[in-house]
């Protein structure tokens, strides 16, 4: 899921919040929040993200309510598209990233996108991973540490283009692992080596 026009919207909604979220950390943030908690509404992935606590943007609205159904308007169709696509059984999900000839700020993007990743599952109430197979634990990990954008340091040449490709599909893969073992659906996946996507 690459849409410039639903970055673009989201940056939008983004400033009306107040939020210093970027579009790819609010992405993350709805991935991780269905996977977690895949009947969870777009009032209550909002009010979780935006409004958990009272906020500078809650206090200067008269309505928090009538804000947040401003927003669920605008952001219906981006969550829809992101449900669908996260059940969707011909593996059609994809993190939502910047198209940018730049790597770093790809790079920059997908730690963005991993880190709500992580924030989304804790807002959907799922802390511990003991009950589920070690791949996810072991995703978890794998993504608590692609959120370290610092950790890694690109080549500089062709290979920072093919390292880009690797991290967008691991998390690909490893997200619909997830939603598969929290929420089953009738298609299995398999999660590539972490050691091999990660080094």
Request: aromatic share 8%; with cysteine.
């Amino acid at each position: 899921m690459s849409s410039e026009k639903d970055i673009e919207q989201i940056k939008a909604d983004l400033v009306t919040l107040g939020s210093e979220l970027s579009p790819s950390e609010v992405h993350g943030t709805l991935c991780g929040a269905l996977c977690g908690k895949n009947d969870m509404n777009i009032h209550e992935w909002l009010s979780l993200t935006f409004f958990q606590q009272d906020n500078e943007t809650s206090k200067a609205v008269n309505s928090r309510e009538l804000l947040l159904g401003a927003i669920a308007e605008s952001f219906k169709g981006f969550f829809l598209k992101t449900a669908t696509a996260l059940s969707d059984n011909n593996l059609n999900f994809y993190p939502l990233l910047p198209d940018d000839d730049s790597e770093s700020v790809q790079l920059i993007a997908i730690a963005e996108w991993a880190q709500g990743f992580l924030m989304g599952l804790s807002l959907a109430g799922i802390k511990k991973f003991s009950d589920y197979p070690a791949e996810v634990t072991e995703f978890v990990e794998a993504m608590a540490s692609i959120a370290n954008v610092d950790d890694y340091e690109l080549a500089g040449d062709e290979t920072d283009e093919e390292a880009i490709v690797e991290f967008i599909e691991f998390i690909r893969i490893g997200v619909l692992l997830i939603n598969e073992e929290i929420n089953p659906i009738r298609v299995p996946v398999d999660i590539p080596d972490s050691d091999e996507t990660l080094h």
